[in-house]
């Protein structure tokens, strides 16, 4: 009897659901900082903690602020077919085509991007160690964003192909089942981005590319395994919880071909390489005497801010799972 009860109350506990899942972004930001050359690895190695444990900041801000939510994604088939060549690639031109209003309902993650690569790079004119970490962890969020296919694409939860739960099921289940296990995150060196809009833009159309068989697969598998063997009681977070079965997941990881690890990793070197190229167009600042920092008041203030709405769970905006 007891047991029933523990299930029955472990299936009503809601599961947050985030870009990227917690996991994955913390250990996006985490495994960039191992491509950086040794004058930033000096002021990022011994701050790795705070860059991992702070890359999912922007995702509890949604709960905080109302204008968070479109800057993590872009419902890119809202104009038009691949490669959207209707869609002026400046924030400017796409608001004069198509209004502000419209442009902010589906969607700003690339041109998020480049807001907070500017603010990065005065930050490194700055030298000021604070603002470095917070803008890096956060740039580190939307830019791995920008690597998920389903926030290329409006139908970015299944939800209009009866597919609900996909959005997490990709990018949270998959990584945390896997990542540890079978992913490897041996990668090059950050290089320079020389034109960040372009670099971007091509990113989220790769997203936008990979959306199809993200959902197709998924729905072809569904296809071949019984509710029961699709969904299962299994382990999260110490949880028992109702999800997607090991044996789905990891046939549905099969039939993407290695998409999620893929996507993880080019996501890890976009990451590295948006720092290094920040740090080159401030003039390559000396890092080496920024390594003890201290958040002043109002950075704390923040932090705090941003947690307590997380956990009060009540989401501002449009949900993008
Ligand atoms: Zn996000």
Redesign the pocket.
Known sequence: MKKVALILMCCIISIKS???GFYA?QRINYYAVFLLPPEMMVFYKPNIEFLSNHAVD??KR?YAVAAEAP???IDIDHYGHYPYAELPKRYDSAVAKFSEDTVLANGIVPWWIQTMQMRLTNAFKEKSAAKILKLSAEIG??V??AHVPL?ASSNHDGQLTNQKGIHAFWESRVPELLAEKEFSFMIGKAFYISNISQYVWGRVLESAAEADTVLQNEAKLTRQFSPDQKFAFEERNGKILRQYSSSFTVAYNSSLKGMVERRMRTAIGSVASMWYTAWVNAGQPDLKNLQVISFNEEDVKEFETLDSAWKNNVRKGREHE
Do not use: L, Q, V
Request: proline share 7%.
């Open positions: 985030f870009c990227w972004h922007p995702d949604r800057r993590h994604y969020h939307y791995a964003d926030h």
